[in-house]
């Protein structure tokens, strides 16, 4: 059989699956969750000024959607830019590039084979940090109906359907943050300086967002696109958040996506 | 028009570039390896030989001239390098995966059957005992060994080895030429880059000296041996006499007679020395010994890398390459 991105794919996540920094990312997804939900059960109070902050002793359901908000200023930028920064760079490091682009496989192949698994353990790390804040949360909190931000109260299991689909949302963003990190780890080709640089960028996109008089730039700031799910908590459902965020994120994800592949395929291999 | 496949040989490369900047790594190469050559790729350190492997690999870009491996171009695509293998500088390996599971990484990049390969050339190397250990724990020489296994998965017709026996202890040098030589005489051309040229007399059957980024000697090491002249010392029973009839002598050049042993020092092609044994002969001049001192082919080396080149070249047909359509 004529090998193609599925193979390159299939071993990309068995490489990830072998590594310790993969697990460091998946560990802080299971985690801090679990802080949060602890804190929330030894504590009275809740973070009222955030969306569904004041819900959290209400609804296990409501302890996710906090966490998405406390997460995209670095955890969850931080656990994509670990893999994204590194799985090219590492390559490099270890010089087991020239290993593999001398095999039978093209080198946009085994781009897109790492670019699927990079984006594969995202969405694994959001889910499984979702999954565990719902879980633990329901524990704490009960497994019970949701307010949402228009003042309607949805059934537990209509909320947990919403809950599943603002991590879907949310994966935009984070998809775009781990295009940021491919280029970053194509470019660098040291993971140290891509995982940093990746984090850097996200943080410089949160700071612009504070900055007084640019708030025309807001919608296009990609830090504004992590807050793209709360409009699929409105009665009725809000999707201008969702669609802005899909274009504004492509906007951000296509560009340096494209450009980490072209700097990979066509680059020199050395050392 | 395009090199046919079939017809072509295993590398050919011509007037190849590699810049970096003002450095120029590779400068206008021209370089031949027919089937079935252990071809020697001989150099200092920092000459340009790793440059030109990873230009035949398609691991970087030449800025001029061209790469052919089987008629193709490795920059094309991987279709070209269907039948060839190798590693540049050490082969490199996942650290953290077991060898095996390196092998069957390697070989589900390959394609085909060549994970039914994986026990065979374990084997080979010399490796089965250690399969299931992790890269990570295996010396310099067991990631070379399984460096040439990599290689063999793919059923290469034309290896590329990057100094494959650097910094093996005495006993892994001489298996890794051992293995080298069984796998030239299973029909595998090989490709041998090395600063060593005892390696290289030892394996190699033709041979490329490049010295700073050029190609300074390419053809068989017989032919090296004779690219230069070679100095004699003569006792005669009447060295006065014989002073004269070796200055006389065609190809007899720089006669220089010793004193007071009477010696005769001077230097000649190979082919003009019976004739000189005819003449003192008919002469009526004794011949107490006529010792040929060549220049070790170390002292070629150094000559062609260090100083100048021998005096004679041999005659190198480089047919014209055409780039494919």
Known sequence: MKPGVPTVYRWELRKLRSQKRTYIGLGAAVVIPLIFVTAVAFQSGGPEDVAFGRYIHDTGLAIPLVLLFFGSLWMFPLITALVAGDIVAAEDHNGTLKTILTRSVERGQIFTGKALATATYAAAAIFLSGTVAVVAGSIVSGFDPLVTLSGKTVSALSALGLVGASMLVYLMPIFAVACIGLLLSTITRNSAAAVVGTLMVSLVLQLIAIVPGLGWLHPYLLSTQFDAWQGLLRNPIDWAPTIRSAWVCLLYGAPTLAAAYILFVRRDVAG | ?325
Do not use: W
Request: glycine share 10%.
């Open chain 2, 1 to 325: 028009m395009s090199v046919s496949p079939v017809a072509a040989n295993p590398v050919e490369l011509r007037g190849l570039v590699k810049r970096y900047g003002e450095i120029v790594a590779v400068d206008h190469v021209d370089l031949t390896v027919q089937p079935g050559d252990v071809y020697g790729y001989l150099g200092p350190n920092g000459a340009g030989k790793t440059t030109s492997l990873r230009m035949m690999l398609g691991l970087i870009r030449p800025s001029a001239g061209l790469v052919r491996v089987f008629g193709g171009d490795p920059l094309a695509g991987v279709a070209a390098l269907k039948d060839v293998a190798g590693f540049v500088e050490e082969p490199r390996f996942y650290p953290y995966l077991a060898a095996r599971k390196n092998l069957e990484l390697l070989a589900a990049l390959d394609g085909g059957n060549a994970v039914s390969r994986i026990d065979e050339v374990l084997e080979v190397v010399d490796l089965s005992d250690r399969a299931g250990d992790r890269v990570g724990s295996y010396s310099h020489g067991m990631r070379q060994r399984l460096g040439i296994a990599a290689a063999l998965l793919r059923k290469p017709r034309l290896l590329l080895l990057d100094e494959p026996t650097t910094g093996l202890d005495p006993g892994g040098i001489r298996d890794m030429r051992a293995l080298i030589r069984r796998l030239a005489d299973d029909g595998i051309t090989v490709l041998l880059s090395s600063h060593q040229l005892s390696e290289v007399e030892e394996v190699c059957n033709r041979v490329a000296i490049i010295r700073s980024g050029s190609i300074v000697f390419e053809g068989h090491l017989d032919d090296l041996r004779r690219s230069s002249t070679t100095t004699y010392r003569l006792q005669t029973t009447d060295p006065e006499r014989a002073v004269a009839v070796c200055e006389a002598q065609p190809g007899i050049r720089d006669v220089t007679a010793g004193e007071p042993s009477g010696e005769i020092v001077f230097t000649a092609g190979e082919e003009a020395v019976p004739d000189l044994s005819v003449a003192l002969g008919e002469a009526g001049i004794g011949i107490s010994a006529l010792i040929p001192q060549r220049p070790s082919l170390e002292d070629l080396f150094f000559q062609f890398t260090e100083g100048q080149e021998a005096t004679t070249r041999p005659s190198l047909e480089r047919p014209a390459l055409t780039e494919a359509a």
